[in-house]
Nanobody, 126 residues
Framework: QVQLVESGGGLVQAGGSLKLSCAAS????????IGWFRQAPGKEREFVAG????????YYPDNAKARFTISRDNAQNTVYLEMKSLKPEDTAVYSC???????????????????WGQGTQVTVSS
């Protein structure tokens, strides 16, 4: 089992920045990928960034490359999502998810991930 706990969300003005954290515990040696997703009210869940736990390889969808940065600190078993130039449309619950083991991943598919955190609310005011 892997437990994930997100933190760092909050209220920020448009144009501001936030850094979210995803702390992993449990069988972290078994983690292959960590992904960040977000879901706004009335909208589908959306993948925003992913990272390979061991190598640090990162992957972003096109609409997140310019403003979002994912990183990890393996010593702290923590993955970060830095977001800059935030817009009101970035308002959502942001969740991290872990895929355990494997050799490939469909980054944006929520079904690929085995464990999910509870999410942290990000609200961007205009």
């Amino acid at each position: 089992q892997v437990q994930l706990v997100e933190s760092g969300g909050g209220l920020v003005q448009a144009g501001g920045s936030l850094k979210l954290s995803c702390a992993a515990s449990g069988r972290t040696f078994n983690i292959y990928v960590i992904g960040w997703f977000r879901q706004a009210p009335g909208k589908e869940r959306e993948f925003v960034a992913g990272i390979l736990w061991e190598s640090g390889y990162t992957y972003y969808p096109d609409n997140a490359k310019a403003r979002f940065t994912i990183s990890r600190d393996n010593a702290q078993n923590t993955v970060y999502l830095e977001m800059k130039s935030l817009k009101p449309e970035d308002t959502a619950v942001y969740s991290c998810a872990a895929k355990s083991s494997g050799h490939s991943v469909r980054w944006a598919s929520g079904n690929e991930y085995d464990y999910w955190g509870q999410g942290t609310q990000v609200t961007v005011s205009s």
